[in-house]
């Protein structure tokens, strides 16, 4: 049998495997290999090829999903079919995820079951199959695709997205593919052309044409272009493919910009001749103009911008101006007197004095760079212009002069054209420079009347301002909502604002202005204290704040806060005093107290253990007795410590994870944690904290309560569950696999026993639905109560159990409001799903259902109404009990111990012949309306 599908069959059940082996190899399509040790099938695998696996899930040595795991380890590629009684969620979702091709259910006729199996062999076979023979042709087309030397791109038509490219393209882009997948091609290739594509805009053809690319470095890229559209997948798209066309176009493009260098070079030589030759006649113009205006300047030395300075025939200086000071920031005691080479700079000291001492023999510097050194050891660079003074014989030189430009600044930027024709530029920028000192005197002269005036118009404003100043203080004053008083030492008044009169109820308080003494006003109790404080200000001692008792001028007592501040008011030594009404203040204080009195006996003597912390550093500022007793500690012994200092919690990571709880959510809730105790115990404690105000510092109360007695009860209560859970899901399995090899063999039986035995191969078969329904009845009971309740939107209830019927027949109409909610186990959604489906099972003629929402005695009642032959009075007592009716029963009877969790009950009130009805009555607590909505609104019903 060359031609049959090899399969592995994994199952830790003989007979089992023994029933899907006939099934499968009846048709001559299968070779079936059976084994009951997973390990033993691997071993197996390393020896054997075969087409597919079946695997169970449940099994003792190896669960599938680990086996399933192994294979695809090491034989990642064959086909990997779960095969088991176990309909969790959460298996088939780890089988999928692990790699299974298929997961398959066992239950049901054995015929159809193996037949399906059969149809899932063969489709996993042959779309491995297909796949591994797609994945050599492409490996195969790949291998060409990266080979080519010329570049490729595919490029999405519409969008012009790049979709896919060659290594070459991507070495001639210089760019990585990452880089490049999923941008516009435009940004690479032919970028003056983006929304002018040859072919997709102006519909041309692009054969043999030159284009460029740009490189990641910015540079561009000549290259001989093909684009050819074709359909990829159902996508429009363009098949583009370039070569390097750089080396030959690089080579004309040389050939080009040398002969327009050649025309360039020309041209500028003949501008340079022309711009020499009018420069030369300009500077002979200017030196005349210069001889004109050296006498003027000389008398310009004074108060000249530039910098001058003066040195005798010794080379000391004798003398320089302001701008000689600001140039170098020497003052006169640093350079009077002393050698001119205190002036410059190291590099150039030689160069330097050689040109100072021609000067001294009559050489004129006009136009000469000398180099600087400022009294910070900075250089800057000066263009000096020299003149000598004369002994009265006109022939002894007694002096030089010169002044300079700092060209530091301007120098930078030049150097080039200085070094280039270095005479001609000085004397151009000598006359040029000349020209500015004049215009930047004459400015400097305009800048300093402009400065007077601007002086003069501030001092204007400023004498406005200081108007306007007393103004909004005047203004302020009285229209302050506090009281402002002025008093000499000894308290007579000397100023009082209208909030001051107000408060102490003064109405003509203008007439007490210097006749009363603000004492008067002072309670009795408070007087000493005040005096004391007039002699603190008058000390100088002021701006601080303190509060008083006051009796108005109508006898109320009041508490006043004040400061006062010692000033000078009609030349005399006074207070400034600003006070405010903080009476409702010092009420609501004392109400505080009291409230923090009975909050200290709450917390001192609560039963459950409290502490109170600061927020900020954790140290515990408070604990209750219960606590202290709990813990073993001292009170003295915890309060100033932190947690971590006792060492109460037994894992230093706990604290970080209560804060951030805390910091997050602003509360703590049942956070069960363990602690240890003074003696070295450890306990799990429940914690419950919240962060509280304690006048204006956070603090976080807790409840610390002991758990830790009921938690192992739960724990072992929890142990003892699992273990009952595991042992019913393990014999429900057992019995399972024994169910459908039997009938797996009823199913071979009934296909060769002799005529005469239909009857009993039809009893054997109901036998073993009843069992199967009994095993499916106690699945479904042990999740009753296994979940916590949860809310749950009513009218999402029925709109799912409307799709889950399979064969809907009837119309499902949903009254319930939106926003119903009710509190309820998880599975309450299979009581819909049961109410429904009964209806369209066993209600006859039923065409229409609907679920509705009314109100009795203040609960909520859901009415699950059809109009079908209704139920029989008789039958009404026996409706929910467990193996009642037409199909044992077990919907209703699990539909009833599902709502009793939550209190919720469930009762037929239908009249026969005109349609069932079950009304369930909702506790007040088991309901709520999300969107805001009354249920006092429902229709009430009897």
Not at 394 to 406: E, H, N, R, S
Not at 590 to 614: A, C, D, G, I, Y
Not at 832 to 847: E, M, Q
Request: charged residues 25%; hydrophobic residues 40%; glycine residues 6%.
């Amino acid at each position: 049998m060359p031609d049959s599908i090899r399969v592995l069959y994994v199952d830790d059940e003989s007979d089992l495997l023994e029933v899907g082996k006939l099934f499968l190899e009846e048709s001559g399509e299968f070779s079936v290999t059976t084994i009951v040790s997973p390990k033993a099938a691997l071993d197996l695998l390393h020896k054997e090829h075969f087409d597919a696996i079946i695997s169970d899930y449940q099994m003792d040595e190896l669960d599938g999903i680990r086996f399933l795991q192994a294979v695809r380890e090491r034989f990642p590629i064959v086909p990997f079919i779960l095969f088991t009684g176990r309909g969790r969620e959460e298996v088939v979702i780890q089988a999928l995820n692990n790699g299974a091709d298929f997961y398959l259910q066992k239950g049901g006729d054995p015929e159809a079951q193996f037949a399906e199996l059969a149809h899932k062999i063969r489709q996993a076979v042959r779309t491995k199959q297909a796949e591994q023979s797609l994945a050599e042709n492409r490996d195969y087309l790949e291998r060409i695709y990266a080979s080519v030397q010329g570049g490729i791109l595919i490029i999405d038509a519409k969008t012009h997205e790049i979709l896919d490219l060659n290594p070459a393209a991507e070495k001639m882009m210089g760019r990585a593919k990452d880089q490049i997948l999923g941008r516009v091609c435009h940004e690479f290739i032919c970028p003056a052309e983006q929304g002018r594509c040859p072919i997709t805009d102006l519909h041309l053809e692009v054969d043999n044409s030159e284009r460029i690319i740009l490189t990641a470095d910015g540079g561009k890229r000549d290259i001989i272009k093909y684009v050819v559209p074709f359909n990829l997948h159902g996508r429009e798209c363009l098949l583009e493919t370039f070569l390097d066309n750089t080396e030959r176009k690089q080579a004309t493009d040389n050939l080009k910009e040398a002969y327009e260098r050649l025309t360039v070079a020309e041209e500028e030589l003949r501008q340079n001749y022309e711009a020499i030759s009018k420069k030369e006649l300009a500077l002979r113009g200017r030196e005349k103009q210069l001889a004109e205006t050296n006498t003027y300047l000389s008398n310009l030395t004074s108060y000249a911008a530039n910098p001058i300075v003066i040195w005798d025939v010794n080379s000391r200086i004798t003398g320089f101006n302001k701008a000689f000071e600001k140039l170098t920031g020497f003052a006169e005691s640093n350079v009077l007197g002393r050698d001119f080479d205190v002036l410059f700079p190291d590099e150039s000291r030689k160069s330097s004095l050689d040109l100072v001492c021609r000067a001294l023999f009559g050489e004129k510097w006009e136009g000469v760079e000398i180099p600087v050194k400022t009294i910070h050891g900075a250089t800057r660079t000066v263009l000096w212009n020299s003149a000598n003074i004369y002994a009265e014989d006109g022939i002894t030189p007694v002096a030089t002069i010169a002044m300079g430009t700092d060209i530091t600044e301007r120098k930078k930027a030049e150097v080039e054209l200085l070094q280039s024709n270095t005479e001609l530029h000085n004397a151009y920028e000598q006359i040029a420079q000349t020209e500015e000192e004049l215009r930047q005197n004459y400015e400097q002269l305009s800048a300093t009347e402009e400065e007077l005036r601007q002086n003069y118009e501030t001092l204007s404003h400023q004498e406005q301002a200081l108007r306007e100043s007393e103004e909004k203080f005047r203004v302020l004053v009285e229209s302050s909502l506090d009281g402002i008083v002025i008093t000499d030492f000894s308290g007579i008044l000397l100023f009082s604002n209208a909030a001051a009169g107000r408060i102490v109820e003064a109405a003509d308080y203008p007439s007490l202005i210097g006749k009363m003494n603000i004492l008067e006003f002072i309670a009795p109790a408070f007087r000493p204290e005040v005096l004391r404080d007039f002699a603190q200000v008058m000390g100088g001692r002021d701006a601080y704040l303190v509060t008083y008792q006051l009796v108005t001028e109508k006898g109320r007592v009041i508490w006043a806060e004040c400061i006062g501040r010692k000033i000078t008011f009609g030349k005399i030594p006074a207070m400034l005093v600003s006070f405010r009404d903080v009476t409702s203040r010092k009420e609501a204080e004392e109400v505080l107290r009291e409230s923090e009195k009975k909050f200290v006996t709450v917390f001192q003597n609560n039963p459950v253990p409290l502490t109170l912390t600061s927020a900020d550093g954790g140290m515990f500022a408070d604990v209750n007795e219960a606590f202290l007793s709990s813990t073993g500690y001292l009170r003295e012994e915890v309060i100033g410590k932190t947690p971590r200092e006792l060492g109460l919690f037994v894992s230093p990571d706990d604290i970080p994870r209560l804060v951030t709880e805390l910091r997050t959510k602003h509360q703590v809730s049942g956070m069960d944690l363990p602690c240890r105790t003074k003696n070295g115990e450890v306990r799990i404690c429940r914690f419950s904290s919240r962060i509280i105000m304690m006048g204006s510092t956070p603090h976080v109360i807790s409840t610390v309560e002991d758990v830790s007695e009921r938690m192992k009860t739960e724990e072992a209560l929890q142990q003892a569950n699992k273990k009952l859970h595991l042992l019913s899901s393990i014999t429900r399995h057992d019995i399972k696999n024994q169910l459908m090899t039997l009938d797996g063999y009823i199913s071979l039986i009934d296909k060769k026993s002799p005529a005469g035995c239909e009857q009993e191969i039809a009893r054997l078969r109901k036998v073993s639905r009843q069992i199967s329904s009994m095993i499916q009845f106690t699945k479904d009971y042990q999740q009753v109560g296994i979940t916590s309740p949860v809310w749950t939107d009513l009218r999402s209830l029925v709109d799912d159990a409307k799709k889950g019927v399979s064969q809907m027949t009837a119309t499902v109409g949903n009254d319930i409001p939106a926003g119903a909610e009710i509190y309820a186990d998880p599975l309450i959604a299979k009581v819909f799903f049961n109410l429904v489906d009964n209806a369209v099972r066993h209600g006859g003629s039923v065409t229409t259902i609907r679920f509705s929402l009314a109100s009795r005695n203040g609960d909520s009642t859901i009415v699950c109404e059809d109009d079908g032959t209704g139920i029989a009075p008789e039958m009404r007592k026996k409706l929910f009990r467990k193996g009642f009716g037409k199909n044992n029963g077990f919907g209703l009877f699990l539909s009833r111990e599902v709502l009793d969790i939550t209190g919720i009950t469930i009762q037929e009130t239908g009249e026969p012949g005109k349609g069932a009805r079950f009304e369930m009555n909702i506790p007040k607590e088991s309901f709520r309306m999300a969107a805001g909505k009354d249920n006092r609104s429902l229709p009430a019903i009897p």
